[in-house]
């Protein structure tokens, strides 16, 4: 990894935690984000010439603080506090709690709370994803748009009303109350599995891969699971997180080709982070009922577990998104289920199920399901029709290494050749 990479992923790292003990101390969520972005930039700018400090979150911190003070000491922050501090709530409504708490909360308990805060019930639930993403994340409101398929007006609007939100309605920082709990859990995790997602195919750029977002999407899903071990649904978001980030280095060429699993060298995957996957899908399986998240880690399971050069079982895994689309039905998983449904009986019974997305809008015009129909339609022998599917997908999407991969198919589609798994991708 490259040194300007290594300080990037460092200050990814660190964002979330400096801001939460920023909000922790002070108490004003926009004005201390703010405060974290200039000293990230501060960071960025100097460390690379003066070196990496001793105590990289301490350095932040200060900068951070020091650049809240220099806002409350401005003229517009003096009048504000003016106009604002008769209809201020009650000291019990501030997020700052006593000082010496500095010494028992670590900085892991720092971003968790900040990720608690950000899915507050008194946010809906879009805002709850976007603030997050954006403050705990650190996405850019252009990479959160593109995730929601909003314009990126509509989101820059939607997270400075919730930050809003957040100050008018004084909320406390730390662990929500117990009868809040599983409502923003389900929140957070929903939370983290889109970081994660958007870490592991970018939606647009150069780069197939973020790892930076991947990494942190699982190092907040391992607190979240320290905190919570009894959870069998944080225990699934992990492993499946885990089984996925597992494939990664198989997932591209060193020219940054996308390589799609049926076709990975699966020498490249990463077993430690497989074992450690599949053991959470046991330990989250034996938890009472079950949810969308242990059911995705299941499916992924059955994916990891299929040999070199064997035949992944299809029908579990036609079961298990049977289940997830009665539990929590969206195009996504209708989507992924017209490809199981395909598999095992027959390209025209996966083509059948996608035609009810052609109208749904938030899968009509998406390569995704142009580039499904693609595959169906070429299972199916139809190459012409599979060709044009294909370069439909590649002008759909923004990201580089999918045009580059759904042109290749749609060229070797139209020459009539057999993909490497004579069609199966």
Known sequence: MRSDQRLESLLAELRPSVLGALVRRHGQ????????????????????????????RAWLLTVAGRRLTDYWRSDQARRVREATVAAMAPPESALAPAPD????????????????????????????????LRAVGGLTTEEIAR?????????????SRAKQQIKDAGMTFGLPPEDERPDRTRAVLHVLYLIFNEG??????????????????????RQAHRVLPADGEVAGLLALMLLTEARRPARTLADGTLVPMAEQDRSRWNGDLAQEGLALVVEALARPGVGPYRLQAAIAAVHMETPPGGETDWPQ??????????MAPNSVVRLNRAVAMAMVKGPREGLRLLEPLERDRWMAGSHRLSAVRAYLLEMDGDRDGAAEAY???????????????????????????????????
């Open 29 to 56: 969520f926009d004005g201390c984000e703010d405060a974290v972005q200039e000293a990230l930039v501060a960071a960025a700018t100097q460390w690379p010439a003066d070196g990496v400090p001793d105590n990289p």
């Open 147 to 159: 995730a929601f398929l909003t314009p990126q007006t509509s989101m820059t609007r939607r997270i």
């Open 200 to 221: 592991y195919t970018a939606t647009a750029g150069p780069d197939l891969l973020r790892p930076d977002l991947t990494a942190e999407a699982i190092r907040l899903t």
């Open 391 to 425: 370069r439909s997908a590649a002008r759909q999407t923004a990201s580089g290494p999918e045009q580059r991969y759904l042109t290749e198919q749609a060229e070797r589609a139209a020459a009539g050749r057999e993909s490497p798994e004579g069609g199966r991708r």
């Open 317 to 326: 895994i036609l079961a298990l998104y049977d289940l997830l689309e009665q």
């Open 101 to 132: 708490d500095d010494e028992r909360i670590s900085a892991d308990d720092d971003t968790l709370m900040l990720l608690f805060l950000c899915c507050h019930p008194a946010l809906t639930p879009s805002s709850q994803v976007a603030l997050t």
